[in-house]
């Protein structure tokens, strides 16, 4: 049982203050300043399953698993194992090793759309080595993205991008050049006719079209249905690439991530977090005509020292083998359910205006009568009362993401005590705001 005791937090104040002096807004990465929940963030000090420690010794039911990588619990026995075995062997070879080729043959297994796969350091990576090869292999350099979705930091992505870029309020962001950001096209998510009209009004210049197909960056939001289908008969349509952009949810919302829970196969893929195993990772693959146009096989360059580390391999390889077992993604989906009913029936019970939902174990709640099929529509939230719902839930020993533009996360470690308790912190903290 996570205790509710006031939270004690000089610790992790003491240590964000020296941090200000050390690192650009005392972070590594910007959401977790908690600049859009307001008060300082708290320092973990250690996970373990479904909770979090912080150095102040305060216990957390946590709901972000490290932005998605979590799925199995933190700190997953079997997975240390596998790590402390491979820790033996080295950290790091820059070159080729085996765990390449069975993570590899893992992913293409499971993936639909991918028959090669090139592994990277980060789902940044993959989105921007993604992009460079879309527009080699159509000779195009065009691409429509949505409104909210984020796909890195990479200067042709930040137009629109939602997560941090809407959390912090900031404008797309200085120093990108307009003429990088020129050839990036928006439409509003759920929005067929916005990406008819742009693929009619570029006509052979439009390299492909690329999205989260469930968004987790403008808060959870869920493809209407056609909207995927509607998709993939334009892009073939027209000749485009269609991309999918599953580094949040691949292996997440099902072994095969979206595209195998909606039956709809892409020309390529992105991944990331799961197949990292909670280690720095990410990948793109797809079709093999496309993705034999990769250095040194073809003309399209992309490379990285640390790309296909054992490390990473190692413990990607054992996170999918316990998530291919029987019952998983059945307990996921019970589980998170459970969770997302029980916080809306909460808010109607307090008298709120909420909407949200979840599939399998991704999950989401906007303080807005809805519904929310857009970033547009997300923006309609409270976020005053989304701030002092966070606050009050970390007060209350529930880990939520500091923003209401994030979706919330699931685990296999998570049991009905775990959500049980949550809910009734939401009760309570609901009934105060």
């Known amino acids: 049982m996570v205790s509710t005791a006031p939270l004690k937090t000089s610790k992790s104040e003491a240590i964000f203050t020296a941090a200000q002096d050390l690192m650009p807004g005392g972070v590594s990465s910007p959401v977790r300043a908690f600049k859009s929940v307001g008060g300082q963030p708290i320092v973990f000090d250690h996970v373990k399953g479904a909770y979090i420690w912080d150095v102040d010794g305060n216990q ?30 080295g ?23 991918i028959e090669m796969v090139r592994f ?44 941090g870029v809407a959390t912090l309020g900031l404008p797309d962001s200085p120093g990108v050049p307009k003429a990088t950001t020129a050839t990036t096209l928006t ?23 690329i999205l989260e197909p469930v968004v987790g960056n403008s808060g959870f939001i869920t ?18 690439l269609l991309v999918f952009d599953e580094v949040m949810t691949g292996f997440r919302i099902a072994y095969g991530g979206a595209q195998a829970k909606f039956g709809i196969t892409p020309d390529l893929t992105t991944l990331g977090k799961i197949i990292g195993g909670g280690l720095p990772v990410g990948a793109y693959g797809g079709r093999k005509d496309i993705m034999s146009m990769i250095a040194p096989a073809g003309p399209v360059y992309q490379a990285g020292t640390l790309s296909g580390n054992p490390l990473a391999m190692t413990a990607g390889i054992k996170t999918l083998e316990i998530l291919k077992r029987p019952g998983t993604y059945e307990q996921l ?4 359910k459970t969770l997302s009913d029980g916080l809306l029936a909460v808010a109607r019970e307090t008298g709120h205006a909420a909407c949200g939902g ?14 929310v099929h857009n970033f547009e529509d997300a923006k ?37 005590a775990d959500i049980e308790q949550t809910l009734a912190a939401a009760r309570t903290v609901m009934a105060t705001l």
């Open 60 to 89: 957390y039911i946590d709901y972000v698993g490290t932005w998605g990588p979590a799925i199995c619990g933190h700190a997953h026995p079997e997975v240390l194992q596998a790590l402390a075995a491979a820790l033996e062997k």
């Open 91 to 113: 950290t790091s070879f820059g070159a080729p090793c085996q765990l390449e080729n069975v993570l590899a043959e893992m992913v293409i297994d499971a993936v639909p759309s």
């Open 120 to 163: 990277v350091n980060s789902g940044t990576e993959a989105c921007m080595s993604v992009l460079r090869l879309m527009r080699a292999f159509t000779g195009r350099d065009k691409i429509i993205k949505f409104e909210g979705c984020y796909h890195g930091h990479a200067d042709m992505f930040l137009v629109q991008a939602g997560s």
């Open 187 to 209: 439409a509003p998510y759920n929005d067929l006719a916005a990406v008819k009209a742009l693929l009619e009004e570029n006509p052979g210049e439009i390299a492909g079209v």
């Open 223 to 240: 493809p209407d249905p056609g909207f995927l289908e509607g998709l993939r008969e334009l892009t073939q349509q027209h000749d485009a």
């Open 333 to 336: 989906e019970s589980t998170t």
């Open 358 to 371: 979840s599939i399998s174990a991704m999950f989401g709640l906007f303080f807005t009568e809805g519904p």
């Open 380 to 416: 309609q939230s409270d976020l005053n009362k989304f701030s002092r719902f966070h606050r009050g839930m970390l007060e209350q020993g529930v880990y939520l993401a500091p923003s209401q533009y994030e979706a919330g996360f699931t685990s296999l470690a998570h049991t009905a």
